[in-house]
């Protein structure tokens, strides 16, 4: 990852006050853009409890919907990855927005389960352009010393989506209302988020007759166009290699989380409403995890992402552990410990697919790098996390799923050490080669 350690993070003196208007619209427009995202995407793990009986089909069966519809997201990362570098960030997000509304929406029309996987793996397909869109569109308004807070804030929004979706579902299902409303009502107020959005966001400083960030304050040479010699450097570098190991753990270990925690907290007792409202918790402590995260790599490592997730991911192994060796834990053990899981394993996850790709793929391709990281993780991950999870609960119950989940978050862990490692001596040479050239200019006098 290159050195960013002499990059000015303040703007250069000139720009207009509609500049920094305009980014914090984007910025805004962008957060809770996403926070839509989620509120048409969490929601299927929310009711995952009423499916169950109203398809009538068991937690294997359930397991699919999750698994093929993120293979497929997994796909459209990589797709949605190159569209974000030829045809801009904004049509992506705009178009994956609409859409999220009007295939979540769908699902509620459903009568069975192959028309929810098909139907669902749509929406997730079309929701693929959403991150890689944000990505290439926060990589052209905000400077690349900074990128690691402003994509941690950005980050917020799949947490808070994912806190907000699960309590609008428990509320509708506490209403009285059945499983359809959990799809209908989110899809409806989405759909509105999308039209206003069409007016506030702004692709890039240019598009609104801004100057476009400078060398300096980007931190590379601009590139007219997306060079495919950008995957080719990308794919030959051995962190790129760690990185994607880790978005495999990882997503593979989310997404198990995501899928089944309303699930685990019936199985302790608790009313499906009063588990949707309970797994919330995982979502609400990623929040935490992941501020910290891009503060601190920021402000107090100077831009290395690697420590941070060292430390975090050490966390998700404990508590994983914890509710691996505790069988029947209390409502409100379980509680804390996904607390935990989620301060650990979030922060690190925003980080792969948000600042430690800007570092990676640059101004031009940041999108690209954020849909071949992520699309790796999503296409590996899925059927780990899906109906690989729901297999593992079924056959050997839920002590062992927590245990595999630790030994995953404990490779993790080493992986993050290597990646530290790799970081030190990529700074290392970077501040050896200076020292270097100004020997080679003194010896030429």
């Known amino acids: 990852m290159p050195d960013t350690s002499n990059v000015p993070s303040a703007p250069p003196p000139g720009r ?35 499916l169950k009986d109203a398809l009538q089909v068991d937690l294997v069966a359930l397991g699919w919907v999750s698994t093929v519809s993120t293979i497929v997201y997994g796909v459209g990362k990589f797709t949605h990855g190159f569209l974000a570098a030829a045809l801009g960030g904004r049509r992506l997000f705009l178009i994956g927005l609409a859409g999220a509304a009007l295939f979540s929406g769908a699902c509620g029309l459903v009568n069975g389960l192959w028309g929810l996987v098909f139907l669902w793996s749509l929406n997730r397909f079309v929701q693929a352009g959403g991150w890689v869109g944000m990505v290439q569109i926060a990589a052209q308004w905000y400077p690349r010393v900074g990128i690691g807070t402003v994509m941690s804030v950005l980050s917020l929004s799949w947490l808070v989506g994912d806190v907000l979706a699960r309590g609008l579902a428990g509320a509708i299902v506490g209403a009285g209302y059945d499983w359809r409303m959990v799809f209908f009502v989110p899809a409806a107020l989405v759909a509105v ?8 966001l ?25 060079e495919w010699g950008v995957v080719a450097t990308l794919m ?52 935490v995890g992941t501020l910290g995260a891009g503060l601190f790599s920021d402000f107090v490592h100077k831009g290395r992402r690697a420590p941070v997730c060292l430390f ?22 379980a509680t804390a410990l996904w607390g935990v899981c989620g301060f650990g394993l979030l922060g690190p996850f925003s980080l792969l697919g948000g600042a ?13 790098a954020a849909g071949v990281v992520d699309g790796i993780g999503y296409v590996a991950g899925a059927a780990l996390g899906g109906v690989g999870a729901a297999a593992v609960v079924q056959a050997r119950g839920w002590s062992t799923a927590f245990g595999v989940m630790a030994a995953a978050s404990a490779l993790a862990v080493v992986a993050a050490w ?12 970077a501040q050896r080669a200076p020292a270097a050239g100004d020997v080679a200019q003194e010896n030429v006098g």
């Open 16 to 50: 207009s006050r509609r500049f920094f208007r305009r980014r914090w619209a984007t910025l805004l427009t962008l957060l809770l853009g996403y926070v839509g995202y989620y509120l048409c995407r969490a929601n299927l793990q929310a009711a995952t409890p009423l």
């Open 193 to 200: 988020q999308s039209a206003i959005s069409f007016f506030t």
């Open 202 to 226: 702004a692709g890039s400083p240019e598009a609104v007759g801004e100057p476009p960030l400078t060398e300096a304050e980007a931190g590379e040479a601009p590139r007219p166009k997306f």
């Open 236 to 287: 030959r570098n051995p962190q790129f290699h760690i990185l994607a190991l880790m978005s495999v753990l990882l997503t593979a270990v989310r997404q198990a989380c995501q899928d089944w925690s309303s699930t685990h907290f019936v199985s302790l007792g608790l009313s499906a409403g009063d588990a949707m409202s309970a797994s919330s918790i995982f979502p609400a402590a990623g929040v």
């Open 312 to 333: 975090l991911l050490a966390c998700l192994a404990a508590g994983l552990t914890a509710l691996a060796l505790v069988p029947d834990p209390s409502p409100a053990l």
């Open 356 to 368: 430690v790709s800007v570092d990676v793929g640059g101004r031009n391709a940041a999108g690209v």
């Open 418 to 429: 290597r990646l530290t490692r790799a970081e030190d001596r990529a700074r290392a040479a």
